[in-house]
């Protein structure tokens, strides 16, 4: 893709908005900075104007003319397209596409794993970039999961494979990509505070899919029907996986494979292995190197991650639980161990119709104690106190504190089912404070 002489917006400031910015001055494009408040005031500003001037880092108060002008707009994840300034691009025929669309366009002959679902997205990644390494391929890891697609363009990498986490945000602006094997992993509700329904968050994940070939692989759960019914009217390479059947998925891994070492806790953790087990078919991996990372893969940070301490209780992080089908993942992994459980659940609520009432029937028989935290303390307290045992706790620390007071000797998982923008800046910032306070009180 020739961008050169393109006067392109950026729009956003994260980490995927900055090496954006990166690539395309190193294109020889005429970028604009655009973000929320005064260039001044933002993070990345000494940074990203150095690279652009500070002419061209504009507040979005600013720079409305610039949607109306520009020849592309990049978003970043977090920003919706009903975005006043998105809308008015599109409404002049401007193309506006994410950082994955940008860095897409400059791959050459890589071979592209891209994994999308509500749950499971980064271990899968993870993990299928592990096997890739222990078969000696060289391997990019990246998108949703943390490193930019563009920083990998940007630094001049050259892998045999890449590998993505696609989060349905980024698949809403991708209007070319298409990977050569890809894992619909499940969709469950999530995100209500930007989709109006399951329906339109399952079709921005189903774009995983629009530019595919019949060349091309999906792996795809057959127990959700939403998910089976539309890939079954696609015309290309199918493989699916009845995620429930879990006699049938370990009976399918251990005809080729031991799981004899295999350390991730959960029967989802094993779905997730068919898939990604699956998803390599298409390619002449070594299969001593797959055996290998099913041996050693320890998980990511986050995701029910034990935390060695010296407290009475067993504490399990599952920091990264922003909705309820990743907490009772967590719960159903850790409720056969025979100790009590207490849950620390809360965070930011996603819309003033969330309620946890329909989901109490879920905990009761497996949790013993719930734990609250976050900006949903009160509302989830009264709905709470009354089905099972709730304590306000509002923060982690008076988590922690009331389970040391109370000498608790059961198992604590902080799996808070919410997103964490109401006390942290993202779910790794959760993760890593909730570990901080445990080790530093």
């Known amino acids: 893709m020739d961008l050169a002489g393109k ?35 933002w993070a990345s500003f000494k940074e990203i104007s150095s690279i652009v001037g500070e002419q061209h880092c504009l507040s979005e108060t600013d720079a409305h003319l610039l949607f109306q002008t520009c020849d592309l707009v990049i978003l970043s994840p977090g920003i919706p397209r009903t975005h006043a300034h998105i809308q008015c691009a599109l409404a002049h025929h401007i193309p506006v596409v994410s950082e994955i669309e940008l860095g897409y366009w400059f791959l050459t002959d890589e071979k592209i794993i891209a994994v999308t679902g509500s749950n499971g997205k980064t271990t899968t990644v993870s993990m299928l970039g592990e096997m890739l390494k222990k078969a000696d391929n060289t391997v990019f890891v990246g998108g949703n999961i943390g490193t930019p697609l563009v920083q990998y363009i940007y630094e001049k990498q050259k892998c045999e494979f890449v590998v993505l986490e696609l989060s349905s945000f980024q698949l809403e602006s991708m209007p070319t990509f298409r990977a050569h094997s890809n894992i619909i992993l499940n ?3 999530n995100h209500t505070e930007r989709y109006g329904e399951i329906g339109d968050y399952a079709r921005a994940k189903f774009n995983i899919a629009k530019n595919l070939t019949p060349d ?28 429930s059947d879990i006699s049938g ?21 094993l779905s997730n292995l068919l898939f990604m087990l699956k998803a390599l078919t298409p390619f002449s991996i070594n299969k001593a190197g797959i055996q290998s990372a099913i041996d050693t893969f320890l998980g990511v940070d986050y995701r029910i991650q034990y935390e060695k301490t010296n407290d009475l209780f067993l504490c399990y992080n599952d920091a990264k639980s922003t909705n309820w089908d990743a907490t009772l993942s967590a719960v159903e992994s850790l409720d056969k161990c025979g100790k009590e459980l207490w849950l620390i659940l809360g965070g930011r ?18 949790v013993d104690k719930i734990l609250l935290i976050g900006e949903t303390t009160e509302q989830f307290f009264e709905e709470l106190k009354s089905k099972i045992s709730a304590e306000k706790c509002f923060t982690i620390e008076n988590c922690i504190s009331f389970s040391r007071k109370n000498k608790f000797d059961g198992i604590l998982l902080f799996s808070p089912a919410f997103p964490s923008f109401d006390q942290f800046k993202n779910y790794m910032d959760r993760g890593k404070q909730f570990h901080l306070t445990l080790v530093g009180m």
């Open 7 to 41: 006067k392109v917006v950026v729009l956003g400031m994260g980490l995927s908005g900055i090496w954006s910015v990166k690539l395309l001055n190193q294109k020889n494009v005429e970028v604009f900075a655009i973000n929320s408040g005064s260039p001044s005031s």
């Open 187 to 189: 969709v469950f509700v």
């Open 216 to 243: 091309d692989l999906v792996v795809y759960p057959t127990n959700f029907p939403l998910i089976a019914n539309w890939v079954e009217t696609l015309n290309l390479k199918k493989i699916g996986i009845d995620t």
């Open 249 to 269: 998925i370990k009976a399918d891994i251990i005809k080729d494979y031991s799981l004899d070492h295999f350390k991730l806790a959960g029967t989802h953790n």
């Open 349 to 366: 609520k996603r819309n003033p119709g969330d309620n946890i009432t329909h989901q109490i029937k879920n905990l009761v028989k497996k």
